[in-house]
């Protein structure tokens, strides 16, 4: 069994920083991609940055050059630095990461979310 435990969101005005952990526990061999998706109210969930095991980031266009994505994979956790928040990055954010057990099974698992809200 696999656990996602994200954390770190909150109420912050616009203009303010935010950082999302996601921990993973459990019984798995290694941890190949993670990321970050989010979804708003009355919006489909979207991607909103990936890091590979090796590193690799790749970001959504509305994020890019405010958001960081990183990884500690020591303790198995990602991490979400939000600066200069919008109004419009309010959403429910979602850890997600792809897992391979020990006979090389390939796996996806979702956090429970956490929610972020920017306003003043």
């Known amino acids: 069994q696999v656990q996602l435990v994200e954390s770190g969101g909150g109420l912050v005005q616009p203009g303010g920083s935010l950082r999302l952990s996601c921990a993973a526990s459990?019984?798995?061999?290694?941890?190949?991609?993670m990321g970050w998706y989010r979804q708003a109210p009355g919006k489909r969930r979207e991607l909103v940055a990936t890091?590979?095991?090796?590193?690799?980031?790749a970001y959504a266009g509305s994020v890019k050059g405010r958001f960081t994505i990183s990884r500690d994979g020591a303790k198995n956790t990602v991490y979400l630095q939000m600066n200069s928040l919008k109004p419009e990055d309010t959403a429910v954010y979602y850890c997600?990461?792809?897992?391979?057990?020990?006979?090389?099974?390939?796996?996806?698992?979702w956090g429970q979310g956490t929610q972020v809200t920017v306003s003043s």
């Open positions: 997600n990461a792809n897992f391979q057990a020990g006979d090389g099974y390939e796996f996806e698992y």
């Open positions: 459990g019984s798995f061999f290694s941890i190949n991609a």
């Open positions: 890091i590979t095991s090796g590193g690799s980031t």
